[in-house]
């Protein structure tokens, strides 16, 4: 990606990479990847690629009320898909009255400027100014309209509503809500180097206002780049939802022990386990680039695994036959438990992806049950909200492998209050009596 006319600290600069950030995920790609590859492809300052990111995911967290009002405003999809993207950004930041970072004035010119530097959108620098400035004209009349939709009401597509409302009539519209909420900065304390107290002390004496929110768990009041925390580089804390911080406790691990983490990357609960006890530990994922990841995590806590890449329904590659104590499956899931970090997930999904990936996951857990000592514990993780890929699919491991089911938190839905913060994950925990 090249700016041969936009400065890299200008409005128009962020608005055209984040355009293309948008123009990717509407082709399929997750936000991350399309992130990445901007910023491969470009030489530019950290600020300016913090620039896009923000935009990015402000547009994704309004795409609904956008494309709604583009529908009202254009006479149809505009294109080249770059150009979309252009107008749902502009109007994402036209849409943030609560504390906008621009006036409109500037984010107009700024839009117009990034069109007519891209030889692909240069012909419809006009229509960027005539859809923006009639939106500014005409919003009181076009946003009701527009919220009268499911879509741009909730900022979700219409069928992950509805199967909201078929799963959980009573806290469909909290559950939403707490979707388009920004996420918190969840830190989980290294019990090996620190406590909770002593790391909240840390954190005053920094000026960084926190509160203890888990066992090991601290919620930072503002966000912050993980190298303004104190003790990150060390290993003393790492980033992690508190409900994600639930997995290594409930595995109940004891020094000496076999253990398994299958579907590893990017590592969080592998050196969540490694913190709890000494163990003889396996991360596994199917993708060895993913690899690295829990790789570099595990130097920054000064802790080992054995890392090995392979496919968790078939262990003919990777496992060496001697069965496991503790197994921990975060299996593959939809994700919908995490859009508020992942704002992107909703518009990617499909409705049939459910099916597909509680199907690969049921295999998953079968193989990875024959792994398992007699007396063993199996853990089964998914950040999903749907009852096919949580709970019916627990159900039905159980009865299928005889496993008897003992005490879990089950599903968990997402909140963000002052007293509980924390994405949707779903646990369910199983003992193997027989060989």
Known sequence: MTYLSLKTDSLAHGLHG?????????????LPQALSRIFADADMTPQARGAIQDLSYLSMRKLGLADGLLALLADKPPQPAVLHGLLTCALSLLLDEDDPAYDAFTVVNQAVEAAAADADMRHAKGVVNAILRRFLRERATLLPQVEKTPPGAWN???????????????????????????????????????TVPDYLHLLAAHGIGARQIGPDAVRLDQPAPVAQIPGFADGLVSVQDAAAQLAAPLLDVRDGMHVLDACAAPGGKTGHLLECADLDLVALDHDPRRLRRIDDNLQRLQLSAQLKAGDARNGKDWWDGKPFDRILADVPCTASGIVRRHPDIRWLRRKTDTVQLATLSAQILDNLWQMLKPGGKLLLVTCSLWPQESEDQAAAFAQRNHAVRLSAPGQLLPTASVESDHDGLFYALFQKTGP
């Open 18 to 30: 984040a355009a293309q950030a948008i123009a990717e995920v509407r082709a399929g790609t997750a």
């Open 156 to 194: 979700y597509p219409t069928w992950w509503i509805d199967r909201l409302k078929a799963a959980y009539p009573a806290q469909w519209q909290a559950i939403l809500q707490a979707g388009n909420a920004p996420p918190p900065l969840t830190l989980r304390v290294n019990r090996r180097k620190s």
